[in-house]
């Protein structure tokens, strides 16, 4: 079967970028947007998407991306994409040499629906870099003028749509939640020569090569991976693992409290205690006395709000525009303080603390950025360095950190889910008789354990055969 390669990742963040260094090594490039372009202008959305690359043109393929999936479904790119791929195939008449990269998926269903139709041969990778990094960039500067406050704007809108519970919206987080392997593209460099050298770097160590290396920051970053399977949090699962030495220290998921109940299982909301307060805020955004009118909408967001059905989903969906628009409160009440559990990072501290174990010095993984809570307990600590997963950094946690000498590093490399794919590639390489599980519905731990054994057995060979690790 024709190996596929889905992109996501922020405008700029190198996702077409990586898209041409593929097409150079004989792949063929699937672009969502001449989709979406053609499917709009083939049903009334209520507005022409402009041809020349712009900020106008961006927005109104956001827009016209949501409508798309609000009509068809939020797998609509996806159905396209495998049926493009079927004709390319027919064509060639050999499926096993053909090879695709998506260019790109901005909505979790379109990575489940790719990844329930190809299995195996489909591989989610996603590329970050930040705003600040990307405002620079000359695909940026051409579409914003280097205009930051735009950039962050559609970061908010490509992020998660107004709330991950509008499922056709863009949704570049949770596809970064469902990704295969990490890219970090997050490094200033001197010239785009320079950028694009460090970015076929990466394609080349984790997408190109069948054997890709397995060093002890993927083991602990699948730790903490797996830890975040142990979390019974409703919204949001997030593990972390703290290490030195090439040795866990300890490990932990966010949860609440020995001897309080999970949020889902508390009598007075049953529901994320966040997502009730943020609610009542929504409810607020609702009851301003303010006409959709009078909120200075663009004709992208007038389109898209005619055109929403149900009721309640066009109500939930301009209240949260009023409270953007009025003050911003909707991205700036996250609630973290009025969380009602521990996150991960916290419990993993609490955890090595309980035990009389000194992390200082010690490196923190985790599947999310730690928040400013977390971060004052890892620069107490002496926690030297961090990486993590989930991108988008909270701005202060970020400057404690930096001001503390802690060292923070997006995560790039394979991802959990990846793992019965390696130990295929490891069983094959090292002749070893430990049975393959890939494929198979296993436990993620034991597929961790497996893959901790094949890496054990493959650095004990290596050692006395004298070719080091």
């Given at each position: 079967?024709?190996?596929?390669?889905?992109?996501?990742?922020?405008?700029?963040?190198?996702?077409?970028?990586?898209?041409?260094?593929?097409?150079?090594?004989?792949?063929?490039?699937?672009?969502?947007?001449?989709?979406?372009?053609?499917?709009?202008?083939?049903?009334?959305?209520?507005?022409?998407?402009p041809?020349?690359?712009?900020?106008?043109?961006?927005?109104?393929?956001?827009?016209?991306?949501?409508?798309?999936?609000?009509?068809?479904?939020?797998?609509?790119?996806?159905?396209?994409?495998?049926?493009?791929?079927?004709?390319?195939?027919?064509?060639?008449?050999?499926?096993?040499s053909?090879?695709?990269?998506?260019?790109?998926?901005?909505?979790?269903?379109?990575?489940?629906?790719?990844?329930?139709?190809?299995?195996?041969?489909?591989?989610?990778?996603?590329?970050?870099s930040?705003?600040?990094?990307?405002?620079?960039?000359?695909?940026?500067?051409?579409?914003?003028?280097?205009?930051?406050?735009?950039?962050?704007?559609?970061?908010?809108?490509?992020?998660?749509?107004?709330?991950?519970?509008?499922?056709?919206?863009?949704?570049?987080?949770?596809?970064?939640?469902?990704?295969?392997?990490?890219?970090?593209?997050?490094e200033?460099?001197?010239?785009?020569?320079?950028?694009?050298?460090?970015?076929?770097?990466?394609?080349?160590?984790?997408?190109?090569?069948?054997?890709?290396?397995?060093?002890?920051?993927?083991?602990?970053?699948?730790?903490?991976e797996?830890?975040?399977?142990?979390?019974?949090?409703g919204?949001?699962?997030?593990?972390?693992?703290?290490?030195?030495?090439?040795?866990?220290?300890?490990?932990?998921?966010?949860?609440?409290?020995?001897?309080?109940?999970?949020?889902?299982?508390?009598?007075?909301?049953?529901?994320?205690?966040?997502?009730?307060?943020?609610?009542?805020?929504?409810?607020?955004?609702?009851?301003?006395?303010?006409?959709?009118?009078?909120?200075?909408?663009?004709?992208?967001?007038?389109?898209?709000?005619?055109?929403?059905?149900?009721?309640?989903?066009?109500?939930?969906?301009?209240?949260?525009?009023?409270?953007?628009?009025?003050?911003?409160?909707?991205?700036?009440?996250?609630?973290?303080e009025?969380?009602?559990?521990?996150?991960?990072?916290?419990?993993?501290?609490?955890?090595?603390?309980?035990?009389?174990?000194d992390?200082?010095?010690?490196?923190?993984?985790?599947?999310t950025?730690?928040?400013?809570?977390c971060?004052?307990?890892?620069?107490?600590?002496?926690?030297?360095?961090?990486?993590?997963?989930?991108?988008?950094?909270?701005?202060?946690?970020?400057?404690?950190?930096?001001?503390?000498?802690?060292?923070?590093?997006?995560?790039?490399?394979l991802?959990l889910?990846?793992?019965?794919?390696?130990?295929?590639?490891?069983?094959?390489?090292t002749?070893s008789?430990?049975?393959?599980?890939?494929?198979?519905?296993?436990?993620?731990?034991?597929v961790?354990?497996?893959?901790?054994?094949?890496?054990?057995?493959?650095?004990?060979?290596?050692?006395?055969?004298?070719?080091?690790?």
């Amino acid at each position: 079967m024709a190996r596929v390669i889905g992109l996501s990742g922020p405008f700029g963040a190198g996702c077409s970028t990586i898209a041409r260094i593929l097409q150079d090594q004989g792949y063929v490039i699937i672009k969502a947007s001449e989709y979406i372009t053609e499917w709009a202008g083939q049903n009334d959305i209520g507005f022409a998407i402009p041809g020349e690359d712009s900020t106008e043109r961006r927005r109104a393929l956001q827009v016209a991306g949501n409508i798309l999936r609000m009509r068809e479904g939020n797998d609509a790119i996806a159905k396209y994409v495998v049926q493009r791929i079927k004709e390319k195939t027919k064509e060639s008449g050999d499926a096993d040499s053909l090879r695709f990269v998506i260019d790109s998926l901005k909505n979790r269903g379109e990575i489940e629906f790719l990844r329930r139709e190809l299995g195996g041969s489909f591989t989610a990778v996603s590329v970050y870099s930040s705003a600040q990094s990307r405002e620079g960039r000359s695909s940026v500067q051409n579409s914003y003028g280097g205009n930051l406050w735009l950039i962050k704007r559609d970061d908010r809108r490509d992020r998660d749509e107004f709330g991950s519970d509008v499922e056709w919206g863009q949704q570049v987080l949770q596809c970064d939640v469902a990704a295969d392997i990490s890219i970090d593209n997050d490094e200033n460099v001197a010239t785009p020569e320079a950028w694009d050298y460090k970015l076929a770097d990466a394609v080349s160590r984790y997408i190109l090569n069948e054997h890709p290396e397995i060093d002890a920051n993927t083991l602990f970053m699948w730790r903490a991976e797996l830890a975040a399977t142990d979390s019974r949090c409703g919204k949001r699962k997030v593990g972390a693992c703290i290490a030195r030495d090439e040795k866990i220290i300890s490990v932990g998921c966010n949860r609440t409290p020995d001897g309080v109940d999970e949020c889902l299982e508390h009598r007075d909301y049953m529901t994320c205690y966040r997502d009730h307060l943020r609610s009542l805020k929504e409810r607020e955004g609702a009851s301003k006395e303010i006409r959709v009118e009078d909120l200075g909408l663009d004709e992208y967001d007038r389109a898209l709000i005619d055109r929403l059905e149900d009721d309640e989903e066009k109500r939930r969906y301009v209240s949260r525009i009023v409270l953007d628009v009025i003050d911003g409160y909707y991205y700036d009440f996250k609630t973290l303080e009025a969380c009602r559990a521990l996150h991960a990072e916290e419990a993993a501290i609490l955890t090595a603390l309980e035990r009389g174990e000194d992390i200082r010095e010690a490196t923190l993984y985790t599947t999310t950025y730690p928040c400013m809570a977390c971060a004052k307990k890892i620069a107490q600590q002496g926690i030297k360095e961090v990486y993590f997963i989930e991108p988008y950094p909270i701005e202060g946690a970020r400057k404690l950190l930096d001001e503390k000498g802690v060292r923070q590093y997006r995560y790039q490399g394979l991802r959990l889910r990846f793992a019965p794919r390696i130990l295929d590639a490891m069983v094959e390489t090292t002749g070893s008789k430990l049975k393959s599980m890939s494929g198979k519905n296993i436990e993620l731990e034991e597929v961790y354990d497996s893959v901790f054994q094949m890496l054990t057995l493959q650095k004990t060979v290596n050692a006395v055969l004298g070719r080091g690790r």
